[in-house]
């Protein structure tokens, strides 16, 4: 457990850290509590439901399927990965069966890999405003993976672009105060370029 890094994030003021728990174990969760973490990610539904502990605040980090989603509400704080209308009707139909309001945000494909998943950049703000029909979900802010590079340049864009994004929402929206962006290799960059929730793993676990 890296704690000079838990205390030096647990310094800045205004970012938030989310311990990205996937892979770790339930006795590694409890572990990074007890140095004071109390927000745990991860990215695949079956492996968050195995350690599912409600004295922790969890987030869902990865790719959500909408077949998936009515195992979590009521479970998850966050989740940080819609990127469909499909799947924000689905949260919005378990949250209303259960009563609840589920807090997301919207994950935005930033970088060009292929393999990332996301919405596109362009989408961002129609989509949001569709989802103000959707009275059980609220829109926190944005999420986003940038580009796996050591190109730190093309990062710095790509979280510039991100920031700008987010800053234009909350000017029209008080409630939207998240931008979830910045993992173990990029998170200081990320700080500097506005983010103010941090999801980091492997730099805090080993
Ligand atoms: C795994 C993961 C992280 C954390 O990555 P590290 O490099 O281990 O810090 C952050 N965000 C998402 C979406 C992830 O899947």
Known sequence: MNTQLIKELQNIQGVKIVAVSKRRTKEQIDEAHRHGLNTFGENRV???????????????IG????????????????IES????????????????????????VQIK?????????????????FIKELQSLKHIQVKGLMCVATHT?????????FMKMNQLFQE????????????MGMSHDYKLAIECGSTMVR???ALFE
């Open 110 to 126: 930033i970088s060009e890999d292929p393999n990332k998943t996301g919405l596109p950049y362009q989408d961002a703000l129609p």
């Open 200 to 202: 980091i793993g492997t």
């Open 46 to 60: 079956q492996e968050f439901l195995e350690k599912y502990d409600p004295k922790y605040s969890w987030h869902i």
């Open 63 to 78: 790719h959500l399927q909408t077949n998936k989603v009515k195992y979590i509400i009521g479970k998850v704080d966050l």
């Open 169 to 180: 929402l909350k000017s029209k929206d008080p409630q939207i105060d998240t931008l979830s």
């Open 150 to 158: 050591e190109d730190m340049e093309l990062v710095k864009e790509e």
């Open 82 to 105: 819609l990127d469909s209308i499909k799947l924000a009707k689905e949260i919005e139909k378990q949250a209303a069966k259960q009563g609840l309001i589920q807090k997301v945000l």
